[in-house]
């Protein structure tokens, strides 16, 4: 098993903010992966010997590997407890409420170190961060081979299952898609069992970590006030199209997994059949950004990944992302009208997921002459700015939803925004009362009468005739002198309000805000340039 690294990025602040104090201290490398086996799980260097690439298993057409621990290990998945990104976020809840540890290690380690936090529901931050025993080891692995092959399938869906409550089967059994695993060779190399399980291949098996549900804690650690779908990526599948028995009948895993070739899916034994139908593990999601700087600090992160697989997975995800949404643009009769409409091709939110995720509209109106004669989403070191360059989105601001664009001061953004007890934006999850704002873009097929419809519904719409399950529209009102348009759909994981809210003196957030000291170029989704009528 190859062993990389990530190399220390300088600590700098944008321009547009404040000088922060100097770091005390950033965040040690941490200890690299390694094998392990306790009497409940082994780690995934033991699963190496046999699911790697041979000369003909897990290759494709091309001859290129597209085994499942070289596409998983290059993924966030695979890096959830080494996340530097998750790390500095655990940190400020810990600080913010030193009396909620109880709650607040258990709650986030579940997803992120699914499997040491089942060895061992103890661990903690620091255990994850520096300790070489076991539990540590395995929790380090993230959500490795068995952080999904050996959940087991009961209770999946069902609440009281939600926000990582599952339970991973601990007597050496794993869960696979073929109907009559080999096996034998599973025993002999990593005393487990393979069984053929139906959930495996279906978005069950995403249900309970894709469904967060949080509340906020008091002074004492105890939780209080309402409850907050900090993630309902699974519920908003649940409620779209792309449910069971409904239009589009499309599990996660048909977008996430995409399709890889007939070819044995281990090199053990050395006759093994074909497996028809195997998926890639390559786990796509909406992070390249991420992706892309780690692979440019491999030193500290000492992951199985070197910097050219992540910048690569990087550059797959933003492919990926391009698949999510398209623009339809119409000229409306009024001159100087534009109507655009952002259709969603996912089966959940637009965006989905962690809530500091947003989306927005960018128009660039041009004369005849090449000039900027209108803009709206602008971007300056990833902030949003107006035509004069002034920041838009500085710490506190929670922007409007708006269905009607005339001005370089107003953006059409999608996002989800959590606001404390005062209804201030606040980056805190377990310190969010609710919602301040969530217009993210319905999936289509959703539907106000569908079971989660209460914990998926959209926020501060109301009156907007143009937002609709599947899509949004809005209304762009441009100069006369414009001669052409372009719409962009842009969008951003990691905001850069999110990188300066950390407070850099605790080595977590220091060692976070100095890796993503490149600020976050925007992600184009979808883009169309029209000439004025």
């Not at 999936?443 to 899509?471: C, K, L, Q, S, Y």
């Not at 001669?483 to 842009?490: G, I, P, S, Y």
Request: contains cysteine.
């Amino acid at each position: 098993m190859r062993l990389l690294a990530l190399a220390l990025v300088a600590c700098s602040s944008p321009a547009a903010a404040p000088t922060p104090p100097r770091p005390l201290h950033q965040l040690a490398a941490l200890p690299p992966q390694q094998p392990i086996d306790t009497e409940h799980f082994t780690g995934v260097v033991v699963c190496v010997r046999c699911h790697t690439a041979g000369d003909t298993a897990m290759r494709d057409a091309a001859g290129r590997d597209i085994s499942p621990v070289i596409d998983t290990q290059s993924s966030m998945m695979a890096l959830s407890a080494r996340d530097p990104y998750f790390l500095a976020a655990l940190r400020r809840e810990l600080v913010a409420n030193p009396a909620g540890k109880a709650t607040i290690e258990p709650l986030c380690l579940r997803c992120h170190a699914p499997v040491g936090f089942a060895e061992s529901p103890a661990i903690g931050l620091a255990d994850v961060e520096a300790a070489t025993t076991p539990v540590a080891v395995l929790a380090r692995d993230g959500v490795g081979c068995l952080g999904c092959h050996a959940l087991a399938p009961d209770g999946l869906g069902e609440p009281e299952t939600f926000t990582g409550r599952a339970a991973l089967r601990t007597d050496r059994v794993t869960f696979g898609a073929l109907a009559a695993p080999l096996g034998e060779a599973m025993v002999t190399m990593s005393k487990t069992t393979p069984i053929h399980a139906a959930h495996v291949t279906e978005s069950l098996l995403c249900a309970s970590c894709h469904t967060v549900i949080v509340r906020a804690l008091d002074a004492s650690g105890s939780p209080t006030g309402d409850e907050l779908a900090e993630q309902a990526t699974f519920l908003e599948w649940r409620d779209s199209d792309f449910a069971p028995s409904m239009r589009i009948d499309q599990p996660c895993q048909s977008c996430h997994m995409p399709a890889g070739a007939d070819t044995p899916f281990s090199t053990r034994p050395p006759d093994a059949p074909s497996r028809p139908g195997y998926r890639r593990h390559t786990l796509r999601g909406g992070n390249a950004y991420l992706l892309e700087r780690l692979s440019h600090a491999t030193d500290w992160l000492d992951a199985p990944a070197h910097a050219d697989e992540l910048a690569a997975a990087a550059a797959d995800t933003r492919e990926f992302l391009r698949t999510a949404a398209k623009l339809e643009v119409t000229h409306a009769h009024a001159a100087g009208e534009w109507h655009v409409v952002v259709k969603n091709l996912t089966g959940h939110k637009l965006p989905t997921g962690f809530p500091t995720r947003r989306m927005w509209l960018h128009v660039v109106g041009k004369d005849v002459r090449g000039r900027v004669v209108f803009e709206s989403g602008g971007t300056r070191d990833g902030a949003l700015v107006d035509g004069t360059g002034k920041r838009l989105d500085p710490a506190g601001t929670l922007l409007p939803h708006r269905n009607r664009i005339a001005a370089g001061d107003q953006v059409a953004m999608w996002e989800a925004v959590p606001v404390d007890a005062r209804g201030a934006p606040t980056h805190l999850l377990l310190g969010a009362a609710r919602f301040g704002k969530d217009d993210r873009i319905l999936p289509a097929g959703w539907r106000a009468d569908r079971p989660d419809a209460a914990r998926t519904h959209a926020i501060g719409v109301d009156g907007d005739t143009e937002f609709r399950p599947g899509e949004a529209g809005v209304t762009v009102v441009v100069p006369a002198s414009t001669a052409t348009v372009t719409f962009e759909l842009d969008y951003q994981s990691i905001p850069p309000e999110t990188i300066e809210s950390y407070d850099v003196r605790h080595p977590e957030a220091a060692r976070f805000v100095g890796l993503v000291a490149v600020r976050p170029v925007p992600e184009v989704l979808a883009s169309v340039t029209q000439a004025a009528q």
